[in-house]
């Protein structure tokens, strides 16, 4: 998907998300998306403040677990398994509210 979609999807997420009122069910939704920004942030800032050390052996989140050894499909499938499980997550804590 290119950016015009992804924008186009990512956008009308966001707004389903306001009408409804369930703004913060977002980052929980994407969660993968959530972890994968945070890591950077998190090696990024631990480098200058360790002055060289690192959290990970590589970010984003997805290139430390490739230079672990494992192979790109089975990080995709455990990524995409994670996904599910924080989508199932939001919408049970979207019908307890």
Request: net charge positive; aromatic share 12%.
């Amino acid at each position: 998907m290119g950016d015009v979609g992804s924008m186009a999807l990512g956008g009308a997420i966001g707004t389903v998300a306001i009408i409804i009122r369930q703004e913060l069910l977002l980052p929980l939704i994407g969660g993968i998306f959530v972890l994968e920004a945070l890591s950077v942030v998190l090696q990024r800032y631990y480098f200058k403040l360790s002055k060289g050390k690192r959290i990970f052996k590589m970010a984003p989140l997805h290139h430390h677990f490739e230079l672990l050894g494992w192979h790109e499909s089975k990080v995709i499938a455990r990524f995409w398994i994670a996904a599910l499980v924080f989508a199932l997550f939001a919408l049970t804590t979207l019908k307890l509210r």
